[in-house]
């Protein structure tokens, strides 16, 4: 993900030199991921969005195989789910929900292993607090559309859905959506199926066939329209609020299938998905979530012909569209290694730029994230880039993650020169692509492809 330039500019404005804390308050304990119980192998939403109830409501179907023998009972990740009812291979099942821990505990009937496959299957609906927002227009703003749209990363996904909900396990999803009328659906992977429902309502049904890590599962609902790109045959889309002129559209988004080609070239890996959209959602909290084959990004990203000249979006979309690979397609393991994610993102959102715009632009914006990570570093802390110790997982996107992330990216890079660099990061992509990695990861495969 990305923050919004705005607030960024306003954070650096702060006058004065704040006291300089820690980055954790003391006692924090070490952070690791939940050990695996199961391998989860898919996931199926059923789903119906009401924006005037503001609510979701449907069923969740987890398929998982048990790792170990002798499972009997199985945790997945719910934050303020009403749950009617739990089946486990149609057979209906008890469950307990722990609002604190937020987990959802299903009892099975005896113990499974690895032989079997279950079919958990969550009838539940939610007013959800977090993970799913419903924008429309208020007395403020009375013409704002109407919208529904998620943010899962870090562990929001959580708050209206039932899964596993760390980034340490990945899955292949499918989501059918209904919604009503003028609404539509953006939804990961390939759009397989629209269906009018005899109350008016329409149902999508999109599917998402290369395994993720479920805080990638997202939805954008609005009354969109729909731009229409390409590249080498497959669809590049941008949704935006209808009433946008399409000029306005391609001028944010439209260098998206040139960002595609060059990051298919440089990593060595065509783009894998079988379409890229871009949705721009209002009120949305960061500038893009890197969703997979489904950014969404903040309609502020839409600009007129003026502001572009002073406010590009090309920045953003490289950024998004970088994560496709290194986010999404290679994804850190945990939090803790979110610069596998960010300062992968923020390098290669810099490299586009000397692609496109040549070595200057390219040493200003290398100078840009510079200055950035400084300010954090001398303003308020300094941390390790790869740390346990973190408070929410949030606090770990900051400036030590994205931009001093990139700079010791440029460092590798200016070490092993470009032909080293080409290779290394080629290997990297090759060895780890559907898997989640480590730094140690990076490092060995970096250290093998370079001697
Ligand atoms: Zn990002």
Known sequence: MLASSLLLILAAAVPGRAAPRDFAPEGTP????PTR?????????????????????GTATNTLVPLLPGV????????????????????ERPFTLDP???????????????????????????????????????????NKPRQIWSQGEADLNRFWFPSWDYPNDRTTTEMVATVKRPLMVVGNGK?????DQPDGRRTYHWRMDVPHSTYLVSVAVGDFMRVADTWRDIPVEYYVPSGTDEAT????????????EFFSQVTGRPYPYAKYAQSAVVDFMWGGEENISATTQTASALHDARAEADHSSEGLVAHETAHQWFGDLITCEDWSNAWLNEGFADYFTALYK???HGEDAFAWEMDDLRSSYLREAERAYQRPIVTRRYADPFDMFDRHTYEKGALVLHMIHYLLGEEGWSRGIRAYVERFAGQTVTTADLQDALEKATG
């Open 30 to 33: 070490a952070r690791y991921m």
């Open 37 to 57: 119980q199961y391998d989860l192998q898919h996931l199926r939403l059923d789903l119906a969005f009401d924006w005037d109830a503001r609510s979701v409501a």
């Open 72 to 91: 009997d009972s199985l945790v997945l990740y719910a934050a303020g789910l009403e749950v009617r009812k739990v089946r486990v291979n149609g057979a």
């Open 100 to 142: 604190e821990a937020q987990t959802l505990t299903v009892r099975l009937d005896r113990g499974y292993g690895p032989q079997d496959r279950l079919e958990v299957a969550v009838d539940y609906s939610a007013h959800p607090q977090a993970g799913l927002y419903f924008v429309g227009p208020d007395r403020g703003y009375p």
């Open 191 to 195: 759009l397989l199926e629209v269906t």
């Open 249 to 260: 559209a391609r001028r944010s988004f439209g260098d998206t299938p040139k960002i595609l």
């Open 354 to 356: 000397r692609h496109a």
